[in-house]
């Protein structure tokens, strides 16, 4: 299984950009708040959940750059 760490002001801050509460970005997602929140926290995120956050940032915004999630 491939996860990964994310950077707890970036998850908040994309989620925000995208105008979206944990709830929102949840019911987006088809996940829980209780994961948005852990997410944001800086849980491990499945890469399958970051494909998917990639996507809705790129329809929102086509013309910008997909933050990046990963701790590096």
Known sequence: M???TTKPL???TLRRKLGLTQLG???KLGTSV???RRWEAGAAM????QDRL?????AR???TT???LVRR
């Open 25 to 27: 970005m949840a019911q």
């Open 46 to 49: 499945h890469l399958i959940w």
């Open 54 to 58: 990639s996507q809705m940032f790129q």
């Open 2 to 4: 491939l996860t990964t």
């Open 34 to 36: 209780r994961t948005v």
């Open 10 to 12: 970036d998850l908040q």
């Open 61 to 63: 915004f086509p013309r």
């Open 66 to 68: 997909v933050p990046r």
